[in-house]
T-cell receptor
Framework: KAGVTQTPRYLIKTRGQQVTLSCSPI?????VSWYQQTPGQGLQFLFE???????NKGNFPGRFSGRQFSNSRSEMNVSTLELGDSALYLC????????????FGSGTRLTVV | GQQVMQIPQYQHVQEGEDFTTYCNSS?????IQWYKQRPGGHPVFLIQ?????EVKKQKRLTFQFGEAKKNSSLHITATQTTDVGTYFC???????????FGRGTSLIVHP
């Protein structure tokens, strides 16, 4: 069974630009969560989507947004990039079954210059 | 908001020594999950604990959930170089099933 696929793997953007990251969850998983990982702050929850609806949201500014499509694929968008947005962005899908936890993708490494 | 503290931040051990990382929550948890992230990799789910006082084993790894469901530990017996990585705990509490991750403990094993 294919894992969680994130594209692109690496991205370099200029301050002020916007970026869109993509995530395809494990087939059958309807919940997709996004996390930002940095050395200074660790793993920070961005938002969670389930059946095309944002179900939970973390404490990030409105520049961070996302959506989920009917096939459960998800995208997250960051507008007006800042240097501090440089991070590893991880997508995680979940079956919702007890004891199964998250399956993370390999992440997108975003560098803002 | 909920805080999950994890100690130590780093741990150097000689191969064959034991290793323990501790996780403490500011609130009572409904469950706790553990993940391992290899250098340059992504977090991989290891286990979930739900019951007060629960103990689970996976080969050389032993996971414990405290009686008050506010703390947890991961113990590795006789470390190997393949155990290198960062171990994260992630706890959920209250009405939210979204886990809050600890900052992780990075394990360095010297051969």
């Amino acid at each position: 069974k294919a894992g969680v696929t994130q594209t692109p793997r690496y991205l370099i953007k200029t301050r002020g630009q916007q970026v869109t990251l993509s995530c395809s969850p494990i087939s059958g998983h309807r919940s997709v969560s996004w996390y930002q990982q940095t050395p200074g702050q660790g793993l920070q929850f961005l938002f969670e989507y389930f059946s095309e609806t944002q179900r939970n949201k973390g404490n990030f500014p409105g520049r961070f947004s996302g959506r989920q499509f009917s096939n459960s694929r998800s995208e997250m968008n960051v507008s007006t990039l800042e240097l501090g947005d440089s991070a590893l962005y991880l997508c995680a899908s979940s079956s919702g079954l007890e004891g199964h936890g998250y399956t993370f993708g390999s992440g997108t490494r975003l560098t803002v210059v | 908001g909920q805080q999950v503290m994890q100690i130590p931040q780093y741990q150097h051990v000689q191969e064959g020594e034991d290793f323990t990382t501790y996780c403490n929550s500011s609130t009572t948890l409904s469950n706790i999950q553990w993940y391992k992230q290899r250098p340059g990799g992504h977090p991989v789910f290891l286990i979930q604990l739900v019951k007060s006082g629960e103990v689970k084993k996976q080969k050389r790894l032993t996971f414990q959930f405290g009686e008050a469901k506010k703390n947890s530990s991961l113990h590795i017996t006789a470390t190997q170089t393949t155990d290198v990585g960062t171990y994260f705990c992630a706890g959920s509490s209250g009405g939210s099933y979204i886990p809050t991750f600890g900052r992780g403990t990075s394990l360095i094993v010297h051969p």
